[in-house]
């Protein structure tokens, strides 16, 4: 079997993508192009365009991984550790938070799973930093696709279910769950952009993880 072959029937695809990541962890985007990887997996320079047109497919096409495998870790938090079928959202976004929520609200307490999809998302952002560039990089260009967009915004709408779930209960405090949602993205995303860029000191992500978490979830519960 040549090399080329060992590759065939939609292997060579996902080879090209888990090259792409460790290019990008490694030189950043500028340093990926088609031919490259191609070179890097020993095949054809002509290979790689069976599967992308050109670069901006591959960088559009990783983008959609990264954006598939964070929001499967973040189903999975917010169904407790089990796997959740994934609920399309439709125009009326109010409805499509509120349709979903009761999928996520049998599943155990809510501030437990709330924080675990934060552990998940910390994990997942200094786990794939350049990824998580990329993907909000691309889901933000002017010609972004509508699967790349919904697949962004199902991130945010994850965590709005579970806030939701959690109004129903009376664990979390009255509000818009897509708001409550973007504050708890804020917490976690800022904790893992200061852990990348080195700030956190001497402090262990894991600790300042556990304490942002802990003052998010007073935050969020109603008041007495």
Do not use: C, W
């Not at 991984?65 to 189903?75: D, K, P, V, Y």
């Amino acid at each position: 079997m040549t090399v080329d072959g060992s590759y065939h029937h939609g292997n060579l695809r996902a080879a090209l993508l888990e090259r792409a990541e460790a290019v990008l962890t490694a030189s950043g985007a500028e340093g990926l192009s088609l031919r490259g990887l191609a070179r890097d997996l020993g095949v054809s320079h002509a290979a790689p365009s069976r599967h992308f047109r050109d670069r901006q497919a591959l960088l559009d096409a990783l983008a959609v991984s990264g954006f598939t495998t964070l929001n499967a870790r973040l189903r999975s938090a917010a169904a407790g550790g089990t796997d959740e079928t994934d609920e399309r959202v439709g125009t009326d976004e109010t409805a499509g938070v509120a349709g979903a929520a009761g999928a996520y609200g049998a599943a155990g307490p809510v501030g437990a799973r709330l924080a675990e999809l934060g552990r998940a998302y910390v994990d997942f952002a200094v786990g794939h930093t350049a990824l998580l560039d990329l993907m909000f990089t691309v889901k933000h260009a002017d010609d972004s696709s509508a699967e790349l967009r919904e697949l962004g915004h199902e991130s945010l709408l994850i965590v709005a279910r579970l806030m939701e779930a959690g109004q129903r209960t009376g664990a979390v405090r009255p509000g818009d769950p897509v708001q409550l949602a973007q504050v708890a993205f804020s917490t976690v995303h800022g904790l893992a952009t200061l852990a990348v860029a080195s700030l956190l000191d001497d402090t262990p992500l894991s600790e300042a993880t556990e304490l942002a978490l802990e003052i998010l979830l007073a935050g969020l519960r109603p008041g007495r």
